[in-house]
């Protein structure tokens, strides 16, 4: 750091000190006006500055750079995957017996690590390139969406209205392809106080044409165990049994009504349950963040439906406090739920241009205080019913793409509701015996099946997406002797088939290979639930209402993993 001391960095937190952003001339300013073009610059990476481009070190096989702060040099050797690539030659080259990795499956690392060690054994290593920067934001204009390391910096005009635009820079190859899972980030605000800019500097010529948005931070983690559990409802005791079955991940839900009770005012006491509580245990936190408060809601807003903010930025205020307060406690947020169901939507018709701006601006404001949280849209409902209810899920997922979205999430958030369906089956195709089958009800659409998240997969390769894992952030099977109306399918289903169906979903997850973490409803949301069951907590747990484990707790705690 400066001082002739050595001081261990993760991965993604000296590529956020390569990315760092500031508007030329003035380095805190945040405000311009609709239209303006102002010079954006890394810097970090300014040898003006006392910094220098990220270069390939050839004599420590790895990426090094220098940067200047409280005027101290410092030099930072970035340890990843191409890095590793050409350190394992050494192994081969020198017939070493073994090698020790340290923080391998550290989520704050370079996430592509475990691709260049099975590539190794096949014999095949990433060749350490020239690297480069790579520009994204949701609107507005860059003059060049990628600059060299020579040219730290880019043009971009601000878009014509008003609205907070977040703006990342990530490390990349010459081909454009991100080397980091994070970078800098800087939200500017359009047309709320903007002043004029001094004279953009000129952009330096791409060294390649753009081909459309750029590729942005991917997960790359398989398969992983996790329960939806309430924490207000004996946490201690559900964290125990979700450990009990080999389980890692909770998924708990923050509803921001319920927390921020005026602007800044949040209530600690409850987020330290939701979080603190999941993280002392041990076990990897999947914070759900939903319902903005009466204040952040727009003018007419329909105040018996949850609903999202007039202003987005008030929806990034509160994420950003969450996760500087939490850091490094949360492993996971997922920002919004089921947003392509007007129910969701304040009741208004779904819009995924709107949810994209809300996802860019918790994107850049989460990454701005811990790069290591790994950002997932809102999971959608697969309803099976079109407008006025909801938008289709497959239909949504393709117009959020559109409007966008693609730079900020790091994953695909889905839920799935499989009603009476076993996970094999898909329409005309059943795969149970024929007697098996109670009805025939809810058989002729794709949102009725387990096997839906394929057809998510197909519009995420369509739109050059398919490095991205899909995490089930909800799912599970009814079993009912007497469910309420509503979840009448949960009666063709036993406690038996429960179990075995949530037991064969992970199985087909992990022969898929593009799936990251699946959360099972429920654990704990049975016990206590209304007598009637009116929500279905007590037919999709697997817990008794007397906490007794249902045969499918204990299949899943049975479960290789």
Known sequence: PGNGAFEPRTYV?????????????????????PGQAVTLVLPNLLPEGGGSPVRWNEAGRNYRFTYKKDSLVSTIWLENAEALAQKLKLVKQYNLRGLALEGLFDPRNDQRVNTVLAAFQQDVAPAATELAILWQAPSGKFDAQKSSMDRPWTNWTA?????DVPITALLSNLAGTPVADSGGSLTVIVGKGGKPAPTPTPSPTPTSPSTGPTPPPTYSGGVDYGFCVNMFNDGAKALNLTRAAGFRWVK??????ELESSKGNINWDNLDVLISQPAAAGLRVLL?????????????????????????????????????????KIGAMEIWNEQNLSDEWGGAAPNASAYVNLLA???????????????????LTPTGVGPPIAVDDVTYMDQLYAAGMKPYMDAVAVHANMTNNP?????????????????????????????RFTEIRNVMVKHGDAGKKIWFTEFGWASSANPYPDYAYAAEISEEDQANFLVRAFAIAKEKGYIGPMLVWNLNYGPGAEPND????????????????????????????
């Open 288 to 328: 759900s963040v939903v319902t903005a408060p009466r204040w952040a809601r727009p003018a007419g807003s329909d105040l018996t439906k949850p609903g999202p903010p007039a202003n987005p930025s008030d929806y990034g205020d509160f994420v950003a406090a969450v996760a500087s307060r939490y850091r490094g």
């Open 13 to 33: 937190e000296a590529t956020q000190t390569a990315g760092k952003i500031e508007i030329k001339g003035d380095p805190q300013r945040r405000n311009v006006v």
């Open 252 to 257: 708990v839900q923050a509803r921001w009504e």
């Open 361 to 379: 601006t918790a994107y850049s404001r989460i990454k701005a205080v811990d790069p290591g949280i790994v950002v997932l849209s809102g999971g």
């Open 534 to 561: 009116r929500w279905g907590k007590k037919a999709y747990g697997v817990l008794r209402e007397d906490w007794t484990p249902r045969p499918a707790y204990s299949k899943l705690a049975a479960m290789p993993k």
């Open 159 to 163: 878009p014509g209205e008003n609205v």
């Open 423 to 451: 996970p094999d089956d898909w329409i005309g195709r059943k795969t149970m015996p024929a007697t098996w089958y109670k009805s025939d009800n809810y058989k002729t659409h794709g949102s009725f099946y387990y096997l």
